[in-house]
């Protein structure tokens, strides 16, 4: 049996991402296995999820760290612990600092709900709204030092309506966003992605140059 790619979740919310990758890993879909989840908050439902699916929870609260620095080697001896292969954020509302990128270089992965480098931050859905974009979507990214600024791997297109709020829109995305981050995750567990620069070559895969998106349609 081929050796399944040891991930290790940060979560601080719902966990709905969490959810689809348990299910990708559950169904064959992303070759791997969650070996650890990890929230900052113990209250957030993706510790829940994660105990419901039989997985390993760690909670390890910010609150309770004089400074960012010792949370963050906590978290990492963490992960280490559980010889995590590949970190992935689903909604983890603490800054990755240099500690996570000295342990896994080229090894933490981030799902942002814009279209990046348009609208980094925090909510993103109602910011794109408001300066009248036509397209919003979702980013997967590998995680750098900067925020959401490192080399992206995959993105999906959501057209924003004119009936659109950041509710309705949100939930668009993140509709979106459960499809395309276990392709991410399997893509990095069949050692497809190569990263030269900010640029992720996928290996074997095929681009259709006709995909062209356009919003509101043109007049037939």
């Known amino acids: 049996m081929a050796k399944k790619l040891r991930i290790g979740v940060l979560a601080s919310g719902g966990g709905t991402n969490l959810q689809s990758i348990i299910d990708g ?17 113990p209250e957030a439902g993706a510790l829940n999820r994660a105990t ?7 909670c390890i609260n910010h609150r309770n760290f004089s400074q960012r620095q010792l949370f963050d080697n906590a978290v990492v001896q963490k992960l280490l612990d559980n010889r995590v292969e590949l ?10 600092g240099q500690q996570f990128l000295d342990a896994f270089p080229g090894r ?8 990046l480098p348009a609208f980094p931050g925090l909510h993103v859905q109602q910011k794109a709204i408001d300066y009248g974009a036509r397209f919003s979507g979702c980013t997967v990214h590998f995680v750098d ?8 791997i995959i993105q999906a297109v959501v057209p ?6 950041d509710d309705t829109l949100s939930a668009r ?4 966003e459960h499809k395309i981050y276990p392709q991410a995750i399997q893509w990095f567990a069949q050692g497809k992605l190569k990263v030269d620069g900010r ?7 095929t681009q259709k140059p006709d995909a062209v998106l356009i919003n509101p349609p043109l007049n037939s």
């Open 108 to 115: 933490i992965i981030n799902i942002h709900p814009a279209l």
């Open 87 to 96: 970190v992935v954020l689903a909604g983890f509302m603490r800054i990755i």
């Open 173 to 176: 995305i993140l509709d979106q």
């Open 160 to 165: 924003i309506l004119d009936t659109d709020n």
């Open 52 to 58: 419901n699916a039989g997985l390993t929870t760690e």
């Open 25 to 41: 890993c559950t169904n064959g879909d992303i070759d791997g296995q969650i070996v650890v989840v990890i929230s900052n908050n």
């Open 145 to 152: 030092g900067g925020v959401d600024t490192g080399p992206i």
């Open 199 to 205: 640029k992720v070559s996928i290996i074997g895969h």
